[in-house]
Nanobody, 112 residues
Framework: QVHLMESGADLVQAGGSLRLSCEASVSIFEFNSMGWYRQTPGNQRELVASVALSGAPNSMMDRFTISRDNAKNTVYLQMNNLKPEDTGVYYC?????????WGQGTQVTVAS
């Protein structure tokens, strides 16, 4: 059974930074890719960043950086210069072929 445990979310002032962590219950080498989606108020869930098994990171936003620590089975999302519009629920995901696993979601709130 695959479990994804997210942490690091908080209330932060605009312009601040946060680092989200997602720890998997199995080796992350089991996954084709891992990453983060978010759902902001009134919007659909959107891809924020992903990293493939090959290690190639892909971020949809210049202010966000994704990285992985294989030894800790953990993927990180470094978010800098946060803006109020970044407020939302952030979900970690892990994908094995066509199957996707999700974390429970974690709330990020950016105050103006």
């Amino acid at each position: 059974q695959v479990h994804l445990m997210e942490s690091g979310a908080d209330l932060v002032q605009a312009g601040g930074s946060l680092r989200l962590s997602c720890e998997a219950s199995v080796s992350i080498f089991e996954f084709n890719s891992m990453g983060w989606y978010r759902q902001t108020p009134g919007n659909q869930r959107e891809l924020v960043a992903s990293v493939a098994l090959s290690g190639a990171p892909n971020s949809m936003m210049d202010r966000f950086t994704i990285s992985r620590d294989n030894a800790k089975n953990t993927v990180y999302l470094q978010m800098n210069n946060l803006k109020p519009e970044d407020t939302g629920v952030y979900y970690c995901y892990a994908r094995i072929l066509s199957r996707t696993y999700w974390g429970q979601g974690t709330q990020v709130t950016v105050a103006s």
